[in-house]
């Protein structure tokens, strides 16, 4: 049953040379015979720039003085990848796949794995300061995750070249605390076994550099997050970063996925007030932690309703994990009322002080909002 819905290698390698000549020579679309439709976008504009499939590959890299200025421009990257790197690499180790790091221009500086230094395609990609864009090697999963910041799968003839047609590639975009996307991750087999997988894998090894990227303000607060059920401290959280006076420095793309005011894009002049309808004093109390100096995890609304739990820690702590109780503690809930009256605050001020359209907004009587105000009607 499962080799009736999965091509068989030779059959993947017939479909990616049908959608080839369908494309390039024939100029027509196939849909679903490629796996995803963004391989015949990133096709179509190498041919709008002049390139042709049967050209060969320069793999240019940087001028010397231009690779300084990105070297000194991507230390930070850099150094907050390598220990992920380091891991990944070992994961991969059996395999023939090994891992590159870019910037956000898809320039290498750094790899890592299992990297056949005689192979000469290998030597190619993995040095240091070569440009691995598309705009100079064509489609490759590197330009892919660049061009569609999302995490990319692509073997070999989906390349645009056909001499990139012995790589195997996966690749996930990495985006800083301030939501623009800083660089890549790829993991590149040469001759290897298509393993789609992998994909989730470099995702996963993305998610830990962003986490790493986050800020570190001592004065500050990092505020853990994720949903009702879920463990805290783990790989998958949320994190925003705010400093003292509560303002939003920073988050991870989980967090930017759970709380819709940090969508879309940066969003630095943020209050935490504007996050999470509850005052952020919470936040900072929970992070000065309970009679034993444990942070407390704390439940937080959201304006549009919903709750997560979180884990204010202060930045002078190790905000890398959760205290050894505070996974299993109960999350103190924000009374309905205060939720309440929060909602009605912001509404109001929304309304720019217009207590009968905030009102309106919010589908109650002019006469409930100035009593949950506790002042008098006007």
Not at 25 to 51: N, Y
């Amino acid at each position: 049953m499962l080799n009736a819905v999965t091509p068989s290698f030779d059959e993947r390698i017939q479909q990616i040379t049908q959608a080839r000549l369908a494309v390039l020579r024939d100029g027509k679309s196939v849909p679903g015979m490629l796996a995803d439709p963004w391989i015949e976008r990133s096709w179509q504009r190498c041919m709008a720039s002049g390139k042709r499939p049967e050209q060969g590959v320069s793999f240019d890299v940087l001028a010397p003085q231009t690779a300084r200025r990105t070297e000194e421009a991507n230390h930070v990257l850099v150094q907050a990848a390598r220990p992920v790197l380091e891991k990944l690499g070992q994961a991969i180790a059996s395999t023939r796949y090994f891992a590159i790091l870019t910037n956000a221009h898809g320039v290498v500086v750094d790899v890592n794995g299992p990297i056949d230094r005689h192979d000469r395609r290998a030597e190619l990609i993995t040095r240091i300061g070569v440009d691995l864009s598309e705009e100079s090697v064509g489609t490759t999963a590197i330009g892919a995750a660049l061009n569609e910041l999302k995490p990319v799968w692509l073997h070999r003839g989906e390349h645009f070249f056909n001499a990139n047609a012995s790589y195997s590639c996966a690749g996930a975009p990495l985006f800083g605390p301030d939501g623009r996307c800083v660089g890549m991750l790829d993991v590149t087999g040469i001759d290897a076994v298509e393993r789609p997988e992998l994909k989730h894998l470099v995702l996963q090894s993305a998610r830990n550099i962003e986490n790493a990227l986050m800020p570190r303000n001592p004065k500050g607060l990092v505020v853990r997050l994720n949903w009702s059920g879920q463990s805290l401290g783990e790989d998958a959280d949320g994190i925003i970063c705010i400093d003292r006076d509560g303002y939003f420095t920073g988050a991870n793309q989980a967090a930017r996925q759970m709380v819709s005011a940090l969508q879309p894009g940066p969003s630095a002049s943020l209050h935490c007030s504007d996050l999470f309808a509850m005052h952020p004093d919470l936040l900072f109390n929970a992070a000065k932690g309970d009679a034993m100096g444990y942070p407390q995890r704390i439940e937080v609304p959201l304006w549009s309703g919903l709750r997560l739990h979180a884990l204010p820690i202060g930045q002078g702590a190790n905000s890398s994990a959760p205290a050894p109780d505070a996974r299993s503690a109960p999350a103190p809930a924000v009374p309905l009322k205060d939720v309440e009256t929060a909602l009605i605050r912001k509404a109001v001020s929304d309304a720019h002080g217009n207590v009968m359209k905030a009102a309106r907004t919010l589908g109650i009587s002019r006469a409930t909002v100035y009593r949950r105000l506790g002042v008098k009607p006007k």
